[in-house]
């Protein structure tokens, strides 16, 4: 059921676009880099900031309820679930792939330079940048424990724990259909055993609350997915005229403000999922103040870039910050890095964190930081994820799949 507030289907398939939903997609997405960045200034300090690693879970509750709101239809055929995958995989592996090859490049490089007498905070192709490691990257297998870290692009372990799960799903929903259509909500009681068991794994096994990533981040990532798969279950049904009033939508931003604020990686941080379903629900509607201040062509871009923007931020701190922080050390003689207070996924030199002084010239260098980013994800938004996307729909629909893809594309974002 479409509702008449959502704006008007923009691909094949006839789904509505949920035009909202996109844009908190790319505010999660530049909050996940600034959380990311080893930068000390007056946001880098901010409890939010500092848990903003909890919206790689709004990322997977989003991808349920947009994968759900497209797909589940058409998952009940073995060329439907063809198709999906290999359209998932189109929408994910080529950025991917080369945002990893950036990586090796970077890494090639720095190889040179050292066997040149060059000394670096870590050696080229050691630690988290083994060799050994690019092909469980190329084949999305990060998020599954075969390592001890974070290896080569680290927020791409959401992405490998995303396609994992796309799979998952489509096997649950072609079971249901095709070996379980007897029983009417056979595909909902499946999803329900999932969630249920990816929730309990997280509780009794993560040693870091929610923040599980190269162990256990496939079933974080199924947990908030099957979430944000029964939200859009409960936006079928629920009347509109619920979320007309403006308080709601302000409510909701509140309380995810303030959620992720205090929630760290206790406890607490199990809920994050259900904590964003509520926004996704609410904001699905667009129906109140917040969501006609979001309808804009700045937000409309930034949701159209967000996976660019979360893929490739690790590769931009490591080698257009960190780097030459580093080098303007080793000149100067000037000690701008500390270890500090530095905790940081991103480990390497992003480890260390970045003291300049002061707090415009911290802010001005991360508002700098942000404007490359949202530069280098635009740009490969236009001359990577396009032209892959594309190739991947024709590769489908030679298959037997629709002729279009679908507009709507969850990322991960993180």
């Known amino acids: 059921m479409i509702r008449s507030n959502i704006a008007a289907p923009s691909g094949a398939e006839g789904k509505?676009?949920?035009?909202?939903?996109?844009?908190?997609?790319?505010?999660?997405?530049?909050?996940v880099a600034l959380f990311h960045l080893n930068l000390l200034s007056p946001l880098y300090s901010l409890d939010f900031v500092r848990n903003a690693f909890l919206f790689v879970d709004f990322f997977f509750v989003l991808s349920g309820f947009v994968i759900t709101h497209s797909y589940v239809d058409r998952l009940g055929t073995a060329d439907g679930v063809r198709s999906f995958a290999i359209r998932r995989f189109g929408r994910l592996w080529p950025l991917h792939v080369v945002v990893l090859t950036a990586f090796v490049l970077a890494e090639s490089a720095k190889a040179v330079l050292a066997a040149r007498g060059a000394s670096f905070y870590a050696q080229p192709f050691a630690g988290a940048n083994l060799p050994s490691t690019i092909p469980l990257n190329l084949a999305f297998l990060q998020p599954f424990g075969f390592t001890h870290e974070l290896t080569w692009n680290p927020p791409s372990w959401s992405i490998g724990a995303e396609f994992w799960t796309y799979l998952v799903f489509a096997a649950v929903i072609f079971i249901s259909r095709s070996w379980l259509a007897r029983y009417r909500?056979?595909?909902?009681?499946?999803?329900?055993?999932?969630?249920?068991?990816?929730?309990?794994?997280?509780?009794l096994f993560s040693a870091h609350g929610i923040d599980a990533t190269f162990d256990l981040g496939f079933v974080r990532c199924l947990y908030g997915f099957l979430v944000g798969h029964f939200c859009y279950r409960l936006w079928q049904v629920c009347p509109r005229d619920i979320f007309a009033s403006p308080l709601i939508e302000v409510a909701a931003v509140i309380l995810a403000f303030g959620y992720v604020a205090t929630a760290g990686r206790g406890v607490h941080s199990f809920v994050a999922p259900l904590v964003f379903a509520m926004v996704v629900l609410v904001f699905a509607f667009e129906a109140g103040p917040v969501s006609k201040l979001m309808s804009n062509r700045v937000n409309d871009w930034l949701g159209r870039i967000s996976y660019s923007i979360y893929m490739w931020q690790a590769f931009i701190i490591?080698?257009?910050?960190?780097?030459?922080?580093?080098i303007i050390e080793k000149l100067t003689g000037r000690?701008?890095?500390?270890?500090?207070?530095?905790?940081?996924?991103?480990g390497g030199e992003a480890g260390k964190l970045i003291v300049?002084?002061?707090?415009?010239?911290?802010?001005?260098?991360?508002?700098?930081?942000?404007?490359?980013?949202?530069?280098?994800?635009?740009?490969?938004?236009?001359?990577?994820?396009?032209?892959?996307?594309?190739?991947?729909a024709r590769s489908a629909a030679?298959?037997?799949?629709?002729?279009?893809?679908?507009?709507?594309?969850p990322k991960l974002p993180a």
């Open 16 to 31: 509505a676009h949920f035009r909202v939903l996109d844009g908190w997609r790319g505010i999660a997405a530049l909050l």
């Open 185 to 203: 909500f056979a595909a909902e009681g499946l999803a329900a055993l999932l969630l249920v068991l990816s929730f309990m794994t997280l509780i």
């Open 318 to 326: 490591f080698n257009f910050v960190d780097r030459p922080v580093s």
């Open 335 to 346: 000690a701008l890095t500390t270890t500090d207070g530095a905790v940081s996924a991103l």
């Open 356 to 392: 300049l002084g002061g707090h415009w010239l911290p802010l001005l260098a991360t508002m700098a930081f942000v404007c490359v980013l949202v530069a280098v994800a635009s740009v490969s938004y236009v001359v990577i994820e396009k032209p892959g996307q594309a190739l991947f």
């Open 398 to 409: 030679s298959r037997g799949g629709p002729a279009k893809a679908v507009v709507i594309a």
